[in-house]
């Protein structure tokens, strides 16, 4: 899975968030390594649909 860039910062991180459908999903991204500036990115990011933001690659899985 390609990552995107939320900001500036190398850190990858897994994100889950709810898209605009109401329905969750998750994506690897690079940001800041501070964890608080890289919670305000992926909220900047995701509108602020952003849930979690989790250190690392991670697979998610989702229920329905």
């Known amino acids: ?11 990858i991180y897994t994100v889950i ?13 690079l940001g800041s390594h501070s964890k608080a500036t890289a919670w305000q990115q992926s909220q900047k990011k995701f509108n602020k649909r952003a849930l979690a933001l ?3 690659n991670h697979n998610v899985i989702l229920g329905s």
């Open 1 to 11: 899975m390609k990552s995107q860039d939320i900001g500036p910062g190398s850190m």
């Open 17 to 29: 968030y709810r898209k605009l459908n109401g329905s969750l999903d998750s994506e690897l991204v």
């Open 54 to 56: 989790i250190p690392g």
